[in-house]
Nanobody, 116 residues
Framework: QVQLVESGGGLVQPGGSLKLSCTASRSIYSINTMAWYRQAPEKERELVADITSGGTTRYSDSVKGRFTISRDNAKNTVYLQMNNLKPEDTAVYYC??????????WGQGTQVTVSS
């Protein structure tokens, strides 16, 4: 079994914050880049942020300055801290991990809803 388990989604008001977590099974080895994607209804899945094994981060223009991606390699976990949330951030958020041997894995998705 190879699995990524996500948590931290929910319903928040505009301007609020959430922190998403994604933990990979210990059986996944040689993880390189870890990433967060999101998919809104009737929209294509898009890359939100990613972080390399060396700690280099990248963000989509729409979340830059509001979201922070981080990782804890000892816990096999990637996080997404989301601040100043906007209604347009509403989506299902998916984590993804890439390995050095060519495999990649998706989390099950967690719903984030930003509404007043």
């Amino acid at each position: 079994q190879v699995q990524l388990v996500e948590s931290g989604g929910g319903l928040v008001q505009p301007g609020g914050s959430l922190k998403l977590s994604c933990t990979a099974s210990r059986s996944i080895y040689s993880i390189n880049t870890m990433a967060w994607y999101r998919q809104a209804p009737e929209k294509e899945r898009e890359l939100v942020a990613d972080i390399t094994s060396g700690g280099t981060t990248r963000y989509s223009d729409s979340v830059k300055g509001r979201f922070t991606i981080s990782r804890d390699n000892a816990k096999n976990t990637v996080y997404l801290q989301m601040n100043n949330l906007k209604p347009e951030d509403t989506a299902v958020y998916y984590c993804k991990v890439y390995t050095a041997y060519g495999a990649y894995y998706w989390g099950q998705g967690t719903q984030v809803t930003v509404s007043s």
